[in-house]
């Protein structure tokens, strides 16, 4: 298999723009999982945010 092409500077700079919107709502989704029940570990499994940094937003 071939690795896949590297994207355009364009392509980039969407692709970084479309993950900054999606995490910029990190926190507000990690705190609405833990108020509907989620234990932290299910937290962590489901979005791949570490422990520590989900004792930090649910700290805050």
Do not use: N, Y
């Not at 970084?16 to 919107?21: D, H």
């Not at 507000?28 to 570490?50: M, N, P, T, W």
Request: proline share 7%; charged share 35%.
């Amino acid at each position: 298999m071939s690795e896949p092409r590297a994207p355009s500077p364009d392509e980039a700079r969407t692709l970084l723009r479309e993950w900054a919107s999606v995490t910029r709502d990190r926190d507000r989704r990690v705190r609405l999982a833990k108020a509907a029940g989620l234990q932290k570990k299910e937290i962590h499994q489901l979005s791949g945010i570490s422990r520590p940094t989900i004792d930090t937003i649910l700290a805050e």
